[in-house]
């Protein structure tokens, strides 16, 4: 089945304890991007990535890290996690080029106390 | 730069019409319409491409209007199945990437 996958679903931490958010996908997809969801503030876009190797600082990368080794994967860092990066995280892939739909996962809650 | 949704949210009837609004202060190369049931991931419903063509949903309309730099997406006779909150994407390529930005939102709540 095509899918995008994130892992954990759901996490309660402590600030400042490092923390990564995986997100892989089967569909061989070149664009994968990390967005996080807040109330009233719809899907805001913190990172992405148009190939291996290539990543691009989206709206709101300020605490976050990620990487692209390899083509089906795109894992978020919180190098130190504080309590407003609190928020329901959703990762993104697509095909390469315009026009194509994103598939999104099924989302991470983050909770950092 | 977030393209902006009206109205944020919207309470109708079954049955009854609703209108959602995407604009943005630039130039659209082209518009994604996605919706999200509660505790749910977004869902793809179409995507409206400069110079008018349209891909996507069938049982939900949307037009482009490049001249206004805005997309409307249009629920005609709501069904309780159109309840969620949607969402418009537009992509940037001036900006480098065709990855879409995405609004605040519309809440659409539909009674029976």
């Known amino acids: 089945e095509a899918q995008v996958t994130q892992n954990p679903r759901y996490l309660i931490t402590v600030t400042g304890k490092k923390l990564t958010v995986t997100c892989s996908q089967n569909m061989n997809h070149e664009y994968m991007s990390w967005y996080r969801q807040d109330p009233g503030l719809g899907l805001r876009q913190i990172y992405y990535s148009m190939n291996v190797e290539v990543t691009d600082k989206g709206d709101v990368p300020e605490g976050y890290k990620v990487s692209r080794k390899e083509k089906r994967n795109f894992p978020l860092i919180l190098e130190s996690p504080s309590p407003n990066q609190t928020s329901l995280y959703f990762c993104?892939?697509?095909?390469?080029?315009?026009?194509?739909?994103?598939?999104f996962g099924d989302g991470t809650r983050l909770s950092i106390l | 730069q977030q393209p902006v949704q009206s109205p944020q949210a919207v309470i109708l009837r079954e049955g009854e019409d609703a209108v959602i609004n995407c604009s943005s202060s630039k130039a659209l190369y082209s518009v994604h319409w996605y919706r999200q049931k509660h505790g749910e991931a977004p869902v793809f419903l179409m995507i409206l491409l400069k110079g008018g063509e349209q891909k996507g949903h069938d049982k939900i309309s949307a037009s482009f209007n490049e001249k206004k730099q805005q997309s409307s997406l249009y629920l005609t006779a709501s069904q309780l199945s159109y309840s969620g909150t949607y969402f418009c994407g537009t992509e940037d390529p001036s900006g480098g990437s065709y990855i879409p930005t995405f609004g605040r939102g519309t809440s659409l709540i539909v009674h029976p």
């Open positions: 993104a892939s697509s095909l390469a080029g315009d026009n194509q739909p994103q598939h």
